[in-house]
């Protein structure tokens, strides 16, 4: 059974910035047995960024939807996870308005961080959060999942315009702030193959380029993703081929050689 001790000495490990911005994806199940369980994980990632800034993401997407438009602030429960969850709840958390991508932060910033996203018409905005990692060259932990689970990735895809993954209409989706107040967000949402499915196949380019690396917490296999780096690589990729993640093929080790000596 790891303790909250054994977290945060496998957490100095990871080549994060404890000042810095990190965002983490997460399985809570595939840490193992932690004594005081998932409110123990997220107390060693809270004293590890204590003076910096830690993210997680809170999506409501899977039911926030024209069918159910209103996503309350306060009440919708994030669909992403145990721990995601537990962490918008805490105190001093504050959460983005974003009805389908949101996010919650603690710590330097967050506040600002987290403002605007419901002034977005998509999920992944380039001045979203999504985008503000980027600027603030964040880390991306993906804790126990792979990156299909990294919506970071969905970002420079939209960024870059990749064709097939936004719906040319808008849902008429709605922000419930605390205090009943109901703002109207418009949204696009991601369309076509399930794309993200596919974002596996990058996974040796990414490592073997330096934009992302390996560890583990508790039991859990993590991936520490560079948003400066990855966004690099990424983009290189895509605008040779946007079609990369169109198919679930692995890539031939020539393709990867090309993005590992660019």
């Known amino acids: 059974m790891y303790t909250q001790t054994d977290l945060l000495n496998q957490l100095d490990q990871l080549g994060l910035d404890k000042e810095g911005t990190l965002l983490v994806h997460s399985s809570?199940?595939?840490?193992?047995?932690?004594?005081?369980?998932?409110?123990?994980?997220?107390?060693?990632?809270?004293?590890?960024?204590k003076d910096g800034l830690l993210v997680l993401p809170t999506h409501t997407w899977e039911y926030i939807n024209a069918e159910?438009?209103?996503f309350h602030v306060v009440d919708s429960p994030s669909n992403v996870g145990v721990l995601t969850e537990l962490f918008r709840k805490r105190e001093n958390v504050v959460r983005s308005l974003h009805p389908t991508h949101s996010v919650a932060a603690l710590g330097s910033e967050a506040i600002s961080f987290v403002s605007g996203d419901e002034k977005f018409d998509t999920?992944?905005?380039?001045?979203?959060?999504?985008?503000?990692?980027?600027?603030?060259k964040a880390k991306i932990m993906l804790l126990?999942?792979?990156?299909?689970?990294?919506?970071?990735?969905?970002?420079?895809?939209?960024?870059?315009?990749?064709?097939?993954?936004?719906?040319?209409?808008?849902?008429?989706?709605?922000?419930v702030l605390a205090d009943g107040t109901k703002i109207s967000v418009p949204s696009r949402r991601h369309c076509g193959l399930s794309w993200s499915e596919h974002f596996w196949k990058v996974d040796g380019v990414l490592q073997k380029s330096g934009a992302m690396w390996?560890?583990?917490?508790?039991?859990?296999?993590?991936?520490?993703?560079?948003?400066?780096?990855?966004?690099?690589?990424?983009?290189?990729?895509?605008?040779?081929?946007?079609?990369?993640?169109?198919?679930?093929?692995?890539?031939?080790?020539n393709t990867i050689n090309v993005y590992i000596s660019k």
Not at 231 to 239: A, D, G, N, P, S
Request: proline share 5%; net charge negative.
């Open 28 to 49: 809570f199940k595939s840490i193992g047995q932690i004594a005081g369980g998932p409110d123990a994980v997220l107390n060693s990632l809270t004293a590890y960024m």
């Open 68 to 70: 159910n438009p209103d």
């Open 123 to 136: 999920p992944c905005a380039r001045g979203s959060v999504w985008g503000k990692l980027l600027d603030r």
């Open 144 to 175: 126990g999942v792979d990156l299909t689970r990294n919506t970071f990735i969905h970002g420079i895809e939209e960024w870059l315009d990749i064709p097939g993954r936004m719906t040319d209409t808008h849902e008429e989706l709605y922000t």
């Open 214 to 253: 390996l560890g583990k917490l508790g039991d859990a296999e993590v991936r520490i993703c560079d948003t400066v780096k990855l966004t690099e690589v990424l983009t290189r990729m895509l605008q040779d081929n946007p079609d990369l993640f169109s198919d679930n093929q692995p890539l031939s080790e």
